[in-house]
Structures are given as structure tokens and as C-alpha cells.
């Protein structure tokens, strides 16, 4: 069960990945050993799922970012497409869904023939059916952060 400090800790760090452990413990009133012991329990527990840096993607050349829905035949495919999105670093995210296909995947690339690439080996995965691909003009908002 998480508690007051622990939700304040968690949205700090939420909104400031690189908040000090000392600034951080002084935000939330807590002895810097106290801080550093809650830390370690909330990553033991895995409430804390990890760290990492949110990068421009356009400043490394990847200007597309599209949203591409696969339909399935059959669910008998599911672990041979979770094995082959792992192993396709344009895919950032995969997700099962209900309604219009099965599964949703976000993607970028550098450019449309790279897209074009791109769904040509997602259009040859076993069990792939159908694609149906969305570009992104604008991002209005994007985040991870919880409302907690």
C-alpha cells in the first residue's frame, strides 16, 4: 500500500526523472536513508517500473510516426508476432486490442519508403491478415505519467 510521501515521491519523480535524491528527500520531508529505502522498496515492488530519457525522435531523422492496426486470422500467431515486434526496432509499442483488428502498434521511421519497408515485413509475419496505417501530423500530447 502506498502511502502520502510515497505518491508525492512518485510524482516528482513522474514530472522530473533527474530530481537529486537530496532535493528529492527534502521535497518530501525524509532523511535521505529514508528516501533511498522507500526508492529501493518501490522498485523491488515494481510500482517503480524504470528510468530512461524521453529522446527527440526528429532529431535523429525519424520523421514519421504512424499507428498501424494488424488484423489476425488466428490468435495461433500471437507468440511468433510478440517474438518478431521484439525483434523490429521501428515498433515502440505493441498492444492487443478489441474492436477493429487485433493488435494496435506504434512505429517511426525516417521516412515513407522506410514505412513503406516497414509494412512490407509486417504484411509477411504468419497470421497477419491485414494492416491498416495511420500517420501522426501532430502530437497534441504525449506522456507517461499517471494520474495518481
Not at 18 to 31: D, Q
Not at 61 to 86: K, P
Request: hydrophobic letters at 40%; one cysteine or more; glycine letters at 6%.
Amino acid at each position: 500500500m502506498l502511502d502520502t510521501v510515497d505518491i508525492k515521491i512518485l510524482n516528482i519523480l513522474q514530472e522530473k526523472g533527474r530530481t537529486k535524491r537530496n532535493e528529492l528527500a527534502e521535497a518530501v520531508g525524509l532523511s535521505l536513508p529514508s528516501l533511498s529505502e522507500r526508492l529501493r522498496k518501490l522498485e523491488k515492488k515494481n510500482v517503480i517500473d524504470g528510468y530512461f530519457s524521453k529522446l527527440n525522435r526528429k532529431m535523429f531523422g525519424y520523421d514519421i510516426m504512424a499507428f498501424i492496426t494488424l488484423v489476425m486470422g488466428t490468435s495461433q500467431s500471437y507468440e511468433e508476432l510478440a517474438n518478431r515486434v521484439a525483434e523490429t526496432p521501428e515498433i515502440l509499442e505493441c498492444h492487443a486490442i478489441l474492436g477493429d483488428g487485433s493488435h494496435i502498434l506504434k512505429a517511426i521511421v525516417k521516412d515513407t519508403s522506410s514505412l513503406e519497408a516497414l509494412l512490407r515485413k509486417i504484411q509477411s509475419w504468419p497470421g497477419v491478415n491485414r494492416t491498416l496505417t495511420s500517420f501522426v501530423l501532430s502530437t497534441l500530447k504525449e506522456t507517461t505519467k499517471l494520474n495518481i
